[in-house]
């Protein structure tokens, strides 16, 4: 269930879907969707109420989870649940303020007690994360780092310590669904190249089929958030089926 390596043998498609939103047993028939219909590796956020890196359409998929009474240890119950049928790498995507009240020893042992591979805190400066990494690395699980468009000079020295896979953000600013992607990514991918072969994907703004194939065609996949929250903005309890059609069209269009 460790095997970013198998998940990244093609070109992979990463959905992100926020947990509790709008119920746990919705985020659970979601998940089992997105397994069935190609998702390679499965973003799970574990809802915030101050999620900084979040655009407006996962800021309210963060409010409506949090109303809904979701906490951290029921997300844990869920990835348990969801560990009896999934089989590919899951990954949690949160804030670090959420790991460090929990306890970062607590939260990594418990990640690999219910069957969590990774980690993203988009929040986590690089210089900063030992405090999260060491009891990361003691429990197997990868501490995935961002690059973004601003990280520069920082790129080679943030893919050389690099596990799991890396999550290159593709513009500045915040999640949300763009129109355009125009940052050099094969620039930034070329760097880490140079200096690691642990696989990337391209994550933020990607909505349409077609920029997920363009983003996955200058690095290693696609990652995509709000088109899937947006998803279940619309149809509610009723989202997991067309989550799963989406998870599917997506997929094909990375594979081109």
Do not use: W
């Amino acid at each position: 269930m460790n095997n970013f390596a198998e998940a990244f043998r093609g070109k992979a498609f990463i959905p992100f879907i926020t947990c509790g939103d709008p119920d746990l047993d919705t985020t659970y028939r979601a998940v089992l969707e997105m397994a069935e219909n190609g998702a390679d590796i499965i973003e799970l956020g574990i809802p915030f109420s101050d999620p900084t890196a979040e655009g407006p359409v996962i800021q309210g998929a963060n409010i409506r989870a949090l109303s809904a009474g979701t906490t951290t240890d029921k997300v844990f119950d869920l990835v348990t649940k969801i560990r009896q049928t999934v089989t590919i790498p899951l990954v949690f995507m949160t804030y670090a303020n959420v790991v460090y009240s929990y306890g970062a020893d607590r939260f990594m042992q418990r990640c690999r007690e219910t069957g969590i591979n990774g980690i993203i805190l988009p929040d986590l400066p690089y210089e900063e994360r030992e405090e999260f990494s060491a009891p990361a690395k003691d429990n197997g699980i990868a501490l995935i780092p961002l690059i973004a468009p601003t990280s520069a000079d920082r790129i080679a020295m943030i893919a050389k310590a690099a596990r799991g896979f890396i999550y290159i953000v593709s513009s500045l600013g915040v999640t949300g669904v763009r129109s355009e992607i125009t940052t050099d990514i094969p620039s930034i991918v070329r760097v880490i190249r140079e200096n690691t072969d642990v696989p990337c994907a391209v994550g933020f703004g990607i909505s349409t089929p077609e920029q997920a194939q363009k983003m996955a065609s200058v690095s290693d996949g696609a990652i995509v958030g709000s088109a899937i929250i947006r998803i279940l903005e619309k149809y509610g309890k009723d989202a997991p089926s067309h989550i799963g059609e989406y998870v599917r069209e997506m997929k094909t269009a990375v594979q081109k």
